[in-house]
C-alpha cells in the first residue's frame, strides 16, 4: 500500500452497517434513541417542539464557533420563493432577499426547494438559515459566500455541484450593490469573517472546496456535517504566505467524511485546529494535512499525517491523542510533547473514538418532522 496514496474503509465494525444519503447517515434496521452522546445535538434533538423552537439551536454550539448566534435575536423570515433569484435586485420571499438585510433574521423555509443561485449567495451578519422541516438545497450555481461579517448558523441544507461565477455586480447589502470577482465555486467560503457555525449540513461535487476558511476568518465550527464525492473538501487558511491566518481557530467536530473523497479534511496553514471525533470512511491521497507551521489537536479520530516535506511538518505542533487507526492508517506527531500552544487547539471535550463504534452516527441534512424529535 503506497504512502502516497490510501484507499480504505474506516468504519467496518460489526453488526453496524451504514448508508449514505443526501439526507444524512442513518444505520440500517436500528431506530437511534434521541440521545446519543453526541453534546451539540442532545443539546436540541429531543424537543418534538423544535419546530416553534428553533432558535434554542442557536445555544447549543460548541468548540470555537459557539458563540455564532446567527439570527437568534431577530424575527423568522420564511423564504416562500426558490427560483427568481435577481443578484440586483432580490425580489421579497427568496433567500438572497433575506440573507442581505441588516438586521439579524432566522430564515426558514415553507416547501421543498432546489435554490439555483446566478450569483454567489453573500450573507450578511446576524443571519442563521435553517432548513428544517424540509428537503433544501443550493445547488447548480454559485453558492455560499461568508464575507467580512460575523455571526453566521448554516444548518440543514444540502448543498452541491457548485459552481464558479463572479465579475458582475451583486448586492450585499439593501443599500450597497457591487462588483464581485471571480469566485472559485465552493460550497461555502468564509472569508474575513468570525462566529460562524456549520452544522448538519450534506455537501458535494463542488468546483473548488467544499467549506473552505480563508483570509483571518476564526471562531468557527464545522459540525456534524456529511460530505462526499469531492477531491479538496476543505481548506483552512488561505495561503502559507498569508501570515494574517496565524491566529485562527477553528472546530471540526462530528463529521462524517465519506466516500468518494480525495484530500483535504481539513489542509490547515498557521493557526490552531481541533479536530475531534470524526469519522472517515475512506480516502485517495490523505485525509488531514497542512503547511506554514499549524497546530494541529486531533482527538477521537481516525487520521494520517501527510506531508512531502518531513523537514517542514517536523517544525509543525502536531499531535493524536485517541485516535482509532485502521486499515493501514497512520499518524506520525511532530513538534513538542506538551507545547503550551495546544490550549489555543483546544475547544472542547472530545469522546473516545470508541464512541463512534456504539452510536449510529447521525451526520449532514436530516429530514425533520413536525410534531417528532429529529
Aim: proline share 4%.
Amino acid at each position: 500500500m503506497s504512502s502516497s496514496s490510501i484507499s480504505f474503509s474506516f468504519f467496518m465494525f460489526l453488526n453496524l452497517v451504514l448508508t449514505f444519503s443526501a439526507e444524512g447517515v442513518e444505520c440500517l434496521g436500528m431506530k437511534p434513541s434521541c440521545r446519543t452522546g453526541n453534546p451539540i445535538d442532545d443539546c436540541w434533538r429531543c424537543d418534538p417542539n423544535w419546530e416553534s423552537n428553533r432558535k434554542m439551536l442557536a445555544d447549543c454550539a460548541l468548540g470555537f464557533g459557539r458563540n455564532a448566534v446567527g439570527g437568534r435575536d431577530g424575527e423568522i423570515y420564511v423564504v416562500t420563493v426558490s427560483g427568481n433569484d435577481d443578484p440586483i435586485n432580490p425580489n421579497p420571499g427568496t433567500l438572497r432577499y433575506a440573507a442581505l438585510q441588516e438586521e439579524p433574521l432566522w430564515i426558514i423555509f415553507d416547501h421543498d426547494m432546489v435554490i439555483s443561485l446566478k450569483e454567489e449567495l453573500v450573507i450578511n451578519s446576524y443571519k442563521t438559515i435553517d432548513g428544517r422541516g424540509f428537503n433544501i438545497q443550493i445547488a447548480n450555481g454559485p453558492c455560499l459566500a461568508i464575507y467580512n461579517v460575523s455571526n453566521i448558523i448554516v444548518h440543514n441544507v444540502y448543498i452541491h455541484d457548485c459552481i464558479p461565477a463572479g465579475n458582475a455586480l451583486v448586492r450585499d447589502t439593501p443599500s450597497h450593490s457591487g462588483l464581485r470577482g471571480r469566485s472559485d465555486g465552493d460550497g461555502i467560503s468564509i472569508t474575513g469573517s468570525r462566529d460562524v457555525w456549520i452544522d448538519h449540513c450534506t455537501l458535494a461535487n463542488c468546483n473548488d472546496g467544499l467549506i473552505d476558511a480563508v483570509y483571518g476568518s476564526t471562531a468557527i465550527t464545522i459540525s456534524n456535517n456529511y460530505m462526499f464525492q469531492h477531491n479538496e473538501v476543505m481548506l483552512m487558511g488561505h495561503s502559507d504566505d498569508f501570515v494574517g491566518d496565524k491566529n485562527m481557530q477553528v472546530t471540526i467536530a462530528f463529521n462524517v467524511f465519506g466516500e468518494g473523497l480525495v484530500q483535504r479534511m481539513p489542509r490547515c496553514r498557521h493557526g490552531y485546529f481541533h479536530i475531534v471525533n470524526n469519522i472517515y470512511t475512506g480516502w485517495e491521497m490523505y485525509a488531514i494535512g497542512g503547511s506554514a507551521s499549524p497546530t494541529i489537536n486531533s482527538q477521537g479520530n481516525v487520521t494520517r499525517h501527510e506531508s512531502e516535506d518531513e523537514e517542514e511538518w517536523k517544525k509543525w505542533n502536531w499531535r493524536s491523542d485517541g485516535d482509532l487507526m485502521l486499515n493501514g492508517a497512520f499518524f506520525t506527531p511532530s513538534g513538542e510533547e506538551s507545547p503550551a500552544s495546544y490550549m489555543k487547539a483546544s475547544s472542547m471535550v472530545a469522546r473516545p473514538a470508541s464512541f463512534l463504534t456504539k452510536y449510529s452516527p447521525s451526520a449532514g441534512a436530516m429530514n425533520c418532522q413536525k410534531g417528532h424529535h429529529c
